[in-house]
T-cell receptor
Framework: SQTIHQWPATLVQPVGSPLSLECTVE??????LYWYRQAAGRGLQLLFY??????ISSEVPQNLSASRPQDRQFILSSKKLLLSDSGFYLC???????????????????FGPGTRLTVT | QKEVEQNSGPLSVPEGAIASLNCTYS??????FFWYRQYSGKSPELIMF????GDKEDGRFTAQLNKASQYVSLLIRDSQPSDSATYLC??????????FGTGTSLTVIP
């Protein structure tokens, strides 16, 4: 079965400091990978997604960047954090799955446990 | 127009009742549809996915998809206090980008 890991679980960083969040997936190959951010009481905001090594699509212009150095590794970075970067950061993976009941094919997306970032 | 719309709630139901959650989407080409449950402070957990029109049942949960009307619903039978959470609806056309609603907050009253 597939497993997705994120670390650290919580992080408190001062404004202006760098950031590196890591996500790894086990049990699948060539997954699509995603970084989302969820501010307190808000919906999910897609930050980046990747369909392969070195392929990154950015959804929101900001001071964050993402990299995918290996097939199952996704990294979120920042050179200088802002107060507005505080939030719950979620990594996710998706893949093509078959519905066993009627053999239809569709996609599924699963989330990691998340990193709660507080910028002070 | 938002890609996916849900009533934010809060929705309150008594224990043992049926909770009904609804979601509409704008892209007629959407292929896969999902319901996630998110407890406070936790990451979203996939509880149901549906690809074809009609109903799909899994335990106390039933997902209903109507592509002609562009809506997806989730029914929770015999609601339990442990079902109290925010439920997120999501859709995707290509599997590259997923669009999420803002979630419906459900409270099951003992």
């Amino acid at each position: 079965s597939q497993t997705i890991h994120q670390w650290p679980a919580t992080l408190v960083q001062p404004v202006g400091s760098p950031l590196s969040l890591e996500c790894t997936v086990e049990g699948t190959s060539n997954p699509n990978l995603y970084w989302y951010r969820q501010a307190a009481g808000r919906g999910l905001q897609l930050l980046f997604y990747s369909v392969g090594i070195g392929q990154i699509s950015s959804e929101v212009p900001q001071n964050l960047s993402a990299s995918r150095p290996q097939d199952r590794q996704f990294i979120l970075s920042s050179k200088k954090l802002l107060l507005s970067d505080s939030g719950f950061y979620l990594c996710a993976w998706s893949g093509l799955e078959m519905e066993s009941l009627d053999s239809t094919v569709g996609y599924e997306q699963y989330f990691g446990p998340g990193t709660r970032l507080t910028v002070t | 127009q938002k890609e996916v719309e849900q009533n934010s709630g809060p929705l309150s139901v008594p224990e043992g009742a049926i909770a009904s959650l609804n979601c509409t989407y704008s892209d007629r080409g959407s292929q896969s549809f999902f319901w996630y449950r998110q407890y406070s402070g936790k990451s979203p957990e996939l509880i149901m996915f549906i690809y074809s029109n009609g109903d799909k049942e899994d335990g106390r949960f039933t997902a209903q998809l109507n592509k002609a009307s562009q809506y997806v619903s989730l029914l929770i039978r015999d609601s339990q206090p442990s079902d109290s959470a925010t439920y997120l609806c999501a859709v995707t056309r290509t599997g590259n980008q997923f669009y999420f609603g803002t979630g419906t907050s459900l409270t099951v009253i003992p």
